[in-house]
């Protein structure tokens, strides 16, 4: 038996052929597969890549596929996946599921647990038992509080209201300068409105933000600080709905920005300790992907389980 893993997130994706005992046998690797932010047809290419990468030339029979994306536990998102998987042409069993749990699954296996993903986007996920419960990831727009892109959003902020006289001055100015290339603050507009680039060069200016705040400029550390501060409410939420804030339980700090940013990832966890002070918090240094090859392999045999959501009706997606 032979299964494919896929955990497709903003920024990269991943799939992995793997089989019946897990053993990876090959890999795939391409761009981000967000379906929001990259289009259906986009999503596609990129499903399709991966999946190829991975096969290769081997000419096996695929028993099952786990596919990890965000937003895909909405119906409309399940609906548009399906349809690509079948353009696609893969006949195997197909399990949909959202990519936080494939993360959690990933750092905890079947256990109960909590995820915070923080990379492009960002979003809370727990499992207790038979039930799940969510926070965040509602995109770009409406939310990914304490993700790269709202970091990058925040700086961004801060620069164009110092050049206005509206906030103080912080070494971010010439920072973000530097990195775009340019060489006056008006330049931005440009820059972050050309549509071909926004989300991913806004999303790359965490670790800028991270380097002003090590040299001391308070407006680049009250940025890390609320974004610390968002993604524990996130996990806070969770644990709450999940009634496990006295229960031990494993944390699982997932995504680029935990790994970009260490203080951040340092400032989470002290805050968790008194949110769920018998939690245990690591990073998690497994691809989610591996918890996607998990899933298909339940699948494949029949023992899938993908926990309810406590409120499935507000259940918001990316």
């Known amino acids: 038996m032979h299964v494919l893993g896929i955990d497709a997130g903003g920024t990269k994706t991943v799939c992995y052929l793997a089989d019946g005992e897990g053993k990876v046998l090959g890999e795939g690797r391409a761009g981000g597969a967000n379906l929001k932010a990259e289009g259906e047809l986009a999503v596609e290419k990129v499903l399709h890549t991966v999946m190829d990468q991975a096969l290769g030339s081997r000419g096996l029979e695929v028993g ?65 038992a038979d039930r799940a419960a969510r926070a965040g990831g509602w995109g770009h727009v409406l939310g990914d509080e304490g993700s790269g892109y709202w970091i990058g959003r925040q700086a961004l902020m801060a620069v164009v209201r110092e050049a206005d006289g509206r906030g103080p001055a912080t070494q971010l100015t010439p920072l973000v ?36 705040r090590a040299d001391g400029d308070v407006v680049a550390a ?69 918890g996607a090859v998990h899933l298909a392999l339940a699948k494949a045999r029949g023992t899938v389980r993908v926990p309810a959501y406590i409120q499935p009706a507000t259940t918001p997606a990316p």
């Open 64 to 128: 099952a596929i786990c596919l990890g994306m965000a937003g895909a536990d909405r119906d409309d998102e399940k609906t548009l996946v399906a349809d690509v998987m079948r353009r696609i042409g893969a006949r195997s069993r197909t399990l949909v599921v959202n990519d936080a749990l494939v993360a959690l699954v990933a750092g905890v296996g079947d256990a109960s647990g909590v995820v915070i993903i923080c990379g492009t986007g960002s979003i809370a996920f727990g499992r207790s």
């Open 222 to 290: 009250e940025i890390l600080r609320e974004a610390g501060l968002e993604l524990t409410r996130a996990a806070s939420s969770v644990i709450e709905r999940l009634g496990m804030r006295g229960q031990p339980f494993q944390t699982v700090l997932s995504g680029s920005m935990f790994r970009l940013l260490p203080p951040l990832a340092e400032d989470v966890v002290r805050r968790l300790a008194e949110v769920a002070p018998r939690s245990t918090v690591s990073r998690l240094t497994a691809e989610p992907a591996r």
């Open 177 to 212: 300068l530097e990195h775009f290339g340019i060489s006056r603050v008006d330049g931005l507009v440009r820059q972050i409105y050309d549509d071909q680039m926004r989300r991913h060069s806004v999303h790359a200016l965490g670790p800028i933000v991270d380097r002003a």
